[in-house]
């Protein structure tokens, strides 16, 4: 009896060294797993928004040695009075406006300041879309209408078999995807996991099989199209999107913070929303943008690419939202109007009309009721009409 007491008393103290064991070797990984369960509780995300290289794998964009590019700051503009109750209901942690490329506005909200670097989701997938206009120019990527498996032979056989690189900057693949942020099962947070456990994104690509219609003759918002984008661009110039990023896009812009990408278990940007800038630094980003690609003299991204990028092409619905080349054009766009949108409430509005550039930060968990979005245009729009 003492025998088998003294085995069992081994046995216990065996097992529980072994969960010990096995508990601190996929701590990281249980760590990644829960923040992304509790990423947008209420209590927390605004935090973790600021703080999102404390959660996931992550690489540094660094800005290089050369001087911090100017913003200048002009005269202090009068906002109209329902900008605060605004910024208030939508969870806006900041707001910097530029009107003919100097501050006019900029404040910061709920604990938030001007060195967060903020989480842009979405807004990562414009600047991937300038950094490809950089690889087309240079001749890498030979047409838009090439297949992407020219580019990407690992997506041959799958879902994306058959679709242009210009079906993807277009997110008109026609490839099953499904982006409902509320549900646990989707294909958006099968993705966030896999992310947090430090999966593959490739992999997760290369596993899609199923098409809901012909690439080219459909468009549905498709976050993996993005990534498959970096796939593309990444295949043709031989080189990493963070390498690319950095030389092309990063240093040029003489940013104040130094940014950093999300990434996948391989080290393999997470383009489609892994980008974390400041709120000044996505504001020189923007005001290149504005500028037709130029920048302290220097032509970052070509000027025709971004007219064309930011040009409604996708087959989206009449009246609604368009689209082009990972941008989006309000209804009722006058020319030169349109934007860089992520979710919880990210925001680069642009106004060529007026010049003016409108970044906005935020965490707001009510992103998705119907009019919030319309409403945030309709602000917008308010703001640079008074300027």
């Known amino acids: 009896m003492r025998i088998i007491g003294t085995w069992l008393l081994r046995a216990f103290f065996a097992l529980l060294l072994a969960a010990i064991v096995l508990g601190l070797w996929n701590r990281d990984q249980i760590r990644r ?19 999102m290289d404390l959660a996931f794998l992550h690489v540094p964009l660094p800005r290089g040695e050369g ?23 939508r969870s806006v942690t900041s707001l910097l406006v530029l009107k003919d490329a100097t501050i006019r506005h900029e ?55 058959g679709a242009t690189v210009r ?14 942020y509320l549900d646990y099962d989707s294909d958006i947070n099968r993705m966030g996991r896999v992310l947090a456990l430090g999966g593959t994104m490739d992999g997760f690509a ?11 003759s459909a468009w549905q918002y498709v976050s993996i199209d993005t990534h498959v984008l970096g796939m593309v661009i990444r295949g043709a110039a031989g080189r ?49 943008v504005l500028q037709g690609g130029a920048w302290q003299g220097r032509q970052i991204v070509p000027a025709d ?28 766009a006058q020319p030169g109007e349109y934007l860089a949108r992520g979710i919880y409430g990210q925001y ?24 919030v979005d319309a409403g945030n245009i309709e602000m917008f729009r308010l703001i640079s009409g008074s300027l």
Do not use: C
Not at 253 to 277: R, S
Not at 307 to 324: D, F, K, L, N, V
């Open 305 to 332: 690419w971004l007219e064309e990028a930011t040009t409604a092409s996708a087959p989206t619905e009449p009246g609604r939202y368009g689209y082009g080349y990972q941008w989006w054009i309000p209804p009722g």
């Open 206 to 216: 290369a596993g899609l099989s199923e098409t809901f219609a012909e690439p080219g």
């Open 167 to 180: 079906n993807v900057l277009n997110m008109a693949t026609g490839v099953t995807f499904d982006e409902d």
């Open 107 to 161: 404040d910061y909200q709920l604990g938030t300041g001007p060195d967060d670097l903020r989480i842009g989701w979405s807004l990562s997938k414009s600047f991937l879309s300038a950094l490809a206009g950089t690889v087309v120019a240079e001749g890498a990527i030979a047409s838009l209408d090439d297949p992407v498996t020219d580019y990407a032979p690992a997506l041959r056989g799958t879902a994306y078999d």
């Open 67 to 89: 001087p911090i590019s100017p913003l200048p700051e002009g005269p202090r503009a009068v906002l109209p009075d329902s900008v605060v109750s605004w910024q208030d209901e």
């Open 33 to 51: 797993l829960w923040a992304v369960n509790s990423l947008f509780d209420a209590e927390h995300i605004v935090e973790n928004f600021s703080h």
């Open 240 to 288: 990493s999107v963070v390498d690319l990023m950095r030389e092309r896009i990063v240093e040029p812009l003489g940013l104040e913070g130094e940014p950093f990408y999300l990434t996948d278990g391989t080290g393999t940007a997470f383009v489609l929303g892994g980008l974390n800038l400041t709120t000044r630094d996505y504001a020189r980003f923007g005001q290149m």
């Open 348 to 371: 680069i509005y642009f106004n060529e009309i007026d010049n003016v550039v409108i970044v906005v930060t935020a965490a707001d968990r009510s992103f998705r009721e119907p009019g």
